[in-house]
């Protein structure tokens, strides 16, 4: 039986390279007079922060630059900015850099506009008020923030990402420009690109999936699984960094309707905890999640490994250990930790972990039913 779907991207996609000089023109369609810039410190190096300001400075936008914010930003560093933030009488948020910039704006977002804390929004259609208009620049390839109407901050109390989504929450333009990713350090091509591949096979076997993120998964996977390696060699290699780009943002289009399962839910604690890059955490976990998946989805995951073109036999449980390997091949190739032992995580500890993962919002739509006694076989496969 399918899954009915209801979609409608509020996002219009504006893809190609130099696409990010159209940005001033972009903003002033939409009315921006006084925007809010946010972008992480690191980017400040790459130039793009001067160029988005110039750009909207010659379309008379004022802009207001905000960066004070670090990975994987959390309530506090958020509730410090607005209060900083509210007295300016902003208009409207730009989003430029990884998903970190990008969960920040729309954190950001739900507090300027609707007042109250971060915690308040947590679910989805929280925001009473309306939210300013909001323009997504990613010089990444991995996150898919750019394409989905959820923020992801972090509690800093109760270790936990929230998940907070409204429809005003999603950007009204999103702007890919592949010669913008072609900045990223290896380490962030690494981990970012790994992110956007467990996106695409996650979504790909949820309880939520309907035909439509089939596609949007099944594309992701076909490009993310044939550049990712392409990309790590040669950083330079520019349509492979646009195939990257637009896999990312594919696979970001389909967690928007078919959410996310247990590798994101067990690889949240890893973040929190450890600090452990999100795709970092998630090399570590996801041919672990396939293998204890398998039971129930083997037959998904062999589309994977064929549309890969890794197995052309009948039996699906091979094609699944295919995809395992290959899986584990690319996280290879990204110098990424193939288990939790070698990042230093210790044994002890996984039970702790695992009542952490039970709390994620994710996990329930893993396809095999998941709980904190799954979490810790999961860990303990991937340890
Ligand atoms: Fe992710």
Excluded at 249 to 273: D, V
Aim: glycine letters at 8%.
């Amino acid at each position: 039986m399918m899954q009915s779907f209801d979609f409608q991207s509020p996002t219009r996609a504006v893809f190609g390279a130099g696409s990010f000089q159209r940005l001033g023109e972009l903003s002033r369609e939409l009315g921006f007079h006084r925007s809010l810039l946010v972008a992480d410190r690191g980017l400040v190096a790459t130039g793009y922060v001067e160029q988005a300001t110039n750009l909207l400075r010659a379309a008379q936008i004022e802009v207001i630059a905000f960066h004070d914010f670090e990975v994987n930003p959390d309530t506090q560093m958020i509730e410090a900015g607005c209060r900083m933030l509210a007295p300016r009488e902003i208009d409207s948020i730009i989003g430029l850099g990884g998903g970190s910039s990008m969960d920040c704006a729309k954190g950001l977002n739900f507090l300027l506009s609707n007042g109250g804390r971060i915690q308040d929004y947590r679910g989805y259609g929280k925001a009473e008020k309306p939210m300013l208009p909001m323009i997504g620049v990613p010089t990444t390839a991995g996150t898919g923030s750019e394409a989905q109407s959820y923020a992801v901050i972090s509690d800093a109390e109760a270790h936990v990402k929230l998940a907070c989504g409204d429809p005003q929450a999603a950007f009204r333009v999103a702007i890919l420009d592949p010669e913008l990713t072609l900045s990223q350090p290896g380490a962030v091509t690494a981990t970012a690109g790994f992110d956007a591949i467990a996106h695409a096979v996650e979504t790909y076997v949820t309880t939520k999936r309907n035909p439509l993120s089939d596609v949007f998964s099944r594309e992701a996977w076909r490009l993310l699984e044939r550049n990712y390696e392409r990309v790590l060699i040669d950083p330079q290699d520019f349509a492979g960094r646009a195939a990257m780009q637009l896999g990312s943002y594919f696979a970001g289009l389909a967690i928007e309707s078919s959410m996310l399962g247990a590798t994101h839910a067990c690889a949240n604690p890893l973040t929190i905890r450890y600090g452990t890059t999100h795709g970092a955490a998630l090399a570590m976990l996801l041919p672990a999640v396939v293998r204890w998946n398998s039971s129930v989805a083997a037959q998904r995951y062999a589309e994977l490994a064929r549309l890969a073109n890794i197995y052309s036999g009948a039996d699906d449980l091979e094609a699944t250990e295919s995809l395992v390997r290959r899986l584990t091949q690319l996280a290879t190739a990204g110098e990424l930790n193939q288990n939790l032992s070698a990042a230093g995580v210790r044994r002890a500890e996984l039970p702790v972990l695992a009542a952490e993962a039970a709390k994620q919002w994710t996990g329930q739509f893993n396809p095999r039913p998941f709980d904190q006694a799954a979490a810790l076989e999961v860990y303990e496969w991937a340890y």
